[in-house]
């Protein structure tokens, strides 16, 4: 499902179309979002190393066509599938504009969830050629012998009356009961309005308001056409919705969360070649998309409002060949990334891309969001309620568009999540670092400083949790993941993001003095040397143990906090008494009963202030296998 080649063209015409939109000027340099709370001094840095981002997030990159029974996920890696519906086959009754069908749109949401995607899609009046799989003419039957029809001879295709008050009704109604489904629904990431003119582009050319050509305007008014944008707007309060123009319906959609698409992205037209993309300050043409955009002051709409479109057809297959600066028809992809702050782009000829193209994979990074956590916060040993912080930055072009949870884990040395705690963090706070300036606005520097290094912090109570070692992670859920297991996951841009989703953010002991337990060392987090080794422990805390200790093997718990005399508690497992020296210190080991039966054995040691270290030796003997310490 793909548009004709014909279509294709339609960008040098279409652009000719003027905008009707009374003229503004630009909005110039967005005020800086609020600045950041500061970390909490209480709580120890701990820095995460960088690494590239994914280049399949979800909600981000490029979107794929709908094929039914095809396989989604072959191609450049991406998290988004792109459908177009005909509204006749929707409002399939013929007797009843109130009655929908809504089969063929559940159809592709339950299909591209499968997969693990979410789905961006349009509904159309009229389709020049038809898509091979939907109609040309979508017109529903109930509109017959109710709305006028206008034939348009140059596309094959017939237009109803948009200024038909049957038609405003019927449509009115229609988007209601489209939002009362599908607002919400987490198949969906994004919707175009769609419904008015060619492809549901709102634009009819040549059949528009430029009637000098002798042809009439097939266009509702700006009145009428405010109307279904009002609708949408009502409707779809949690779903993102874009519209093509910013000066679509008399620029209806501007002071409302409505996004737009750039359908003719970053391609270069004409004689000379004038962009149809950048402004006109940037050698784009008169009609170019942010050329509308500064006309209209809405260049900073993207602040609050998603921005996507479709990388031109034309220049699909070549448009990374010369990134960032562009060459011929395609003009510098940096710059139009970087200006329309497009979070996701149309790109079926994306299925023909190395998913190692350096160029490609620098594109889609800094499209929309690229988070990253550059310090974690919290103590090195906790128990009891314990606050733990991340400052997160985000080096994309746009900020994360939903309100998706964010959750705190702990993982035991198993790597199991043994507890989770969901945060009130919102990600769309995380606005991005720098943003690169119009030269419309004379702000003298290309770039300039706007979003903060985020601080979000939680209290996560560990009561309950078994002394030891663990690791603090961090997830952001998916809501596709209570439709689809395959959801995929939003990931970090850290070398510690792990496949199962969760960040690593570091190691922690629970079992501290201030939470009225002792600290905890698991063993197998300790440092080994010789023949010592980890194997499986049902028994023992963290599900491992130590053993093959002595003769030459050593054992060293790292971390420890000293200052004194400490009781050192050992938790261990031998079916014959056995001896070791601790710190130098002789201990004795009594029988446990076998080597699956944990029991304790208690040693006074003296610690050196600060952090230090205890040594398991027997350099004459064998040793016990260990479970564990605990510091009191």
């Known amino acids: 499902?793909?548009?004709?080649?014909?279509?294709?063209?339609?960008?040098?015409?279409?652009?000719?179309?003027?905008?009707?939109?009374?003229?503004?000027?630009?909005?110039?340099?967005?005020?800086?979002?609020?600045?950041?709370?500061?970390?909490?001094?209480?709580?120890?840095?701990?820095?995460?190393?960088?690494?590239?981002?994914?280049?399949?997030?979800?909600l981000k990159g490029f979107a794929k066509f709908y094929s039914p029974g095809g396989n989604q996920n072959v191609g450049y890696p991406h998290a988004l599938t792109w459908g177009y519906f005909g509204l006749s086959e929707i409002m399939t009754n013929a007797s009843s504009c109130g009655s929908y069908n809504w089969s063929i749109v559940d159809s592709m949401l339950a299909e591209t969830a499968t997969y693990g995607n979410q789905a961006a899609i349009r509904i159309y009046l009229t389709y020049p050629g038809g898509t091979g799989s939907h109609p040309a003419n979508a017109i529903p039957p109930c509109f017959n012998g109710n709305v006028a029809t206008r034939a348009d001879t140059y596309w094959n295709v017939t237009h109803p009356d948009y200024d038909s008050p049957f038609l405003l009704t019927a449509m009115k109604n229609f988007i209601a009961a489209f939002g009362a489904r599908y607002d919400g629904d987490p198949r969906l990431g994004f919707i175009h309005l769609g419904l008015v003119g060619l492809w549901g582009e709102w634009h009819t050319w040549p059949y528009d308001t430029d009637t000098a050509d002798g042809r009439p305007n097939y266009m509702p008014s700006d009145a009428n056409g405010a109307q279904l944008v009002a609708a949408f707007d009502t409707a779809f309060n949690r779903t993102k919705v874009e519209i093509r123009y910013p000066d679509a319906a008399g620029g209806a959609a501007n002071s409302r969360d409505i996004g737009y698409h750039d359908d003719s992205f970053c391609f270069r037209e004409?004689?000379?070649?004038?962009?149809?993309?950048?402004?006109?300050?940037?050698?784009?043409?008169?009609?170019?998309?942010?050329?509308?955009?500064?006309?209209?002051?809405?260049?900073?709409?993207?602040?609050?409002?998603?921005?996507?479109?479709?990388?031109?057809?034309?220049?699909?297959s070549s448009a990374f060949q010369s990134w960032p600066d562009g060459s011929g028809a395609v003009d510098n992809l940096k710059a139009c990334i970087e200006l329309s702050h497009a979070t996701w782009l149309i790109n079926e000829q994306s299925g023909g891309y190395a998913a190692g193209d350096a160029n490609v994979g620098a594109a889609v990074r800094s499209m929309g969001y690229n988070l990253s956590v550059d310090n974690a916060y919290y103590r090195d040993?906790?128990?009891?309620a314990t606050n733990v912080g991340v400052r997160i930055a985000n080096t994309g072009v746009a900020p994360f568009s939903y309100p998706w949870t964010v959750t705190l884990g702990l993982k035991n040395s198993s790597g199991s999540v043994v507890r989770t705690w969901d945060t009130s963090w919102d990600l769309r706070k995380v606005q991005p670092l720098t943003i690169r300036t119009f030269p419309d606005w004379n702000a003298g520097a290309d770039y300039r400083d706007f979003g903060y290094r985020q601080y979000f912090q939680h209290t996560a109570d560990l009561s309950g949790l078994a002394n030891g070692s663990y690791q603090w992670v961090l997830r952001v859920k998916n809501p596709l993941e209570a439709v689809s297991a395959?959801?995929?996951?939003?990931?970090?841009?850290?070398?510690?993001?792990?496949?199962?989703?969760?960040?690593?953010?570091?190691?922690?002991?629970?079992?501290?003095?201030?939470?009225?337990?002792?600290?905890?060392y698991e063993a197998e987090a300790g440092t080994r040397t010789?023949?010592?080794?980890?194997?499986?422990?049902?028994?023992?805390?963290?599900?491992?143990?130590?053993?093959?200790?002595?003769?030459?093997?050593?054992?060293?718990?790292?971390?420890?906090?000293?200052?004194?005399?400490?009781?050192?508690?050992?938790?261990?497992l031998t079916a014959e008494t056995r001896t070791a020296t601790v710190n130098g210190q002789s201990v004795t080991f009594p029988a446990t009963g076998s080597w699956d039966t944990?029991?304790?054995?208690?040693?006074?040691?003296?610690?050196?202030a600060g952090t230090t270290t205890i040594t398991v030796a027997n350099p004459g003997g064998w040793a016990p296998d260990l479970d564990r310490v605990t510091v009191s």
């Open 1 to 58: 499902m793909r548009r004709s080649l014909g279509a294709v063209v339609l960008g040098v015409l279409l652009a000719l179309t003027p905008m009707t939109v009374a003229q503004a000027a630009p909005a110039g340099p967005p005020p800086r979002p609020a600045a950041s709370p500061a970390p909490d001094p209480a709580l120890t840095a701990h820095p995460l190393a960088a690494a590239p981002g994914p280049i399949d997030n979800p």
């Open 270 to 316: 004409g004689s000379p070649l004038q962009g149809v993309t950048l402004p006109q300050s940037m050698g784009g043409a008169s009609y170019a998309h942010l050329q509308r955009n500064l006309a209209t002051g809405t260049e900073n709409k993207w602040i609050t409002s998603s921005i996507g479109g479709e990388l031109r057809p034309e220049i699909q």
């Open 381 to 384: 040993t906790a128990s009891g």
């Open 486 to 520: 395959g959801a995929k996951k939003l990931r970090f841009a850290n070398a510690t993001q792990q496949a199962d989703g969760w960040l690593g953010l570091g190691p922690v002991t629970v079992g501290t003095g201030t939470g009225g337990g002792p600290a905890g």
């Open 530 to 572: 010789g023949g010592a080794a980890v194997s499986a422990c049902a028994a023992c805390s963290g599900g491992q143990k130590v053993g093959w200790l002595g003769n030459g093997a050593t054992l060293t718990f790292t971390g420890v906090t000293g200052g004194g005399p400490r009781t050192v508690t050992f938790h261990y």
């Open 598 to 608: 944990v029991g304790t054995t208690a040693v006074t040691l003296t610690l050196p």
